[in-house]
């Protein structure tokens, strides 16, 4: 990695509470990004922004993050394994470090760094070390051990808003012959061969490791370097029975994600002792994988209204222009807020607004097609993109026109809809003001579209308010 210059981008991960937002996010040369866990942080790590996010990170971590030693070790093998010129560092209070390790680290920063004094700190850990040999990393891998201390483990970071969904578990595609154990073999099982030392290669964990960046199910790679590993080709995967009605199968191993044992690793030609081990490092591999993929959902998402956000809705609109532009296809956005919707926050209380800022996504999604995007981009205001990939919504229909029937029918609805929390007034208390403008007639961008929906909106509201203006 090359030295870092004074005036160099850099990208830098914040992981708990490092007091360093305030002094690093007045500089414009850095990106910074917020995480509440170490695992939380290699998933940002693991997901640039986009290809323009600078190539220069480091991930800071809180000490209350930073107090196992052997956790941080992982973290920091795992930082690496994804992105190897990464620098970690430790956030600290003066300059000891309050009884947290740093051996494990590329070093500390302390309080009030700003980012001239960050990137000198980084010019001087730029430095390749020396390679040195490194032996093969044990069964358990160190993406693994990481998910079990810090998702299960972790008490020092606060706690969520609400309660985290259950880790999903990749769907299970089984044959007639695999949805039943087998009571005997189909055919002669082939003779055991133990397992020997070495047959186990880091290489697994790396084609894994990019699957999981890639995005992709993890589930195959994991299963095809178990059965090298014991020497079966008919290991498998399969869902957990319900031992109150059907026995568990003779030598099935559980998958045990978050207490619970949703699946089995099993083989009919194999003991379950040969997989004791291998089913906590699946059940690792999987955990990560579900943890990631709520990661990437969560950074695209609105917490409240479950709507995408701002960051989505430029990645995908651009990338939606590109195409409608390659293949000939018209392409419009909306802009919509709520009129007045101040007064009812003022009135009946931000619980009562954020309902309505709920139940407007669902009248919305209920009149759009799947192909179309609804984002919430500020307090009340929203932006639907109408994208045609597939052709017009309906046979003979033309675009835009159809989109602005589609528009007026959700206003209607939200004119008509009833509100319990706003008490008496419910019906017919709200209103929308929308704008639109269409792909290319109103612009060739993103940015344009959006400013001239915007301008659309606005002359709703000089008209009257609950209109929706197509412009010219």
Known sequence: MPPIADNLNLRVILAGRTGLESTLRRDPGIELIRARTPLDALGELADPIDADSPHHTAVILDPDLAADPAATLELQQAIKVIQPSAITLLATS????????TSNLDGTIPPGTDGPTLRALLAKLTTPPTPTPQAPPPFYSTIGRITQQVVFANQASPAPTSAPPPTTIPSITTTPAARAWPATPTSAPEPHRPTTPGTWSFGDDRQILQALLDDQDILPLALDAIRRRVARADVMFIPAPDTTTTPRPPHGVPVVLQGVAPALLASPTLEAHHLEHAAPWLAHWLTLQATLRKARQDSITDELTGAYNRRY????LDAAIRESATKRHMLTVMV??????KTFNDRFGHPAGDEILVQIIKLLRSVIRPDDRVCRIGGDEFVVVFY???G?????????QSVQLIAERFRKQIADARFPKLGTEAAGALTVSAGLATFPWDGLTGPDLLKAADANLYHSKDAGKNTINLGN
Not at 336 to 341: M, Q, T, V
Not at 392 to 400: A, D, F, N, V, Y
């Open 94 to 101: 003066n300059t000891h470090t309050n009884g947290h390790t």
């Open 313 to 316: 809705l430029d990645c995908f």
């Open 336 to 341: 919509l807020d709520i009129d007045n919707f």
């Open 388 to 390: 045609e990939p597939a």
């Open 392 to 400: 017009p919504r309906e046979l003979g229909s033309r675009h835009p």
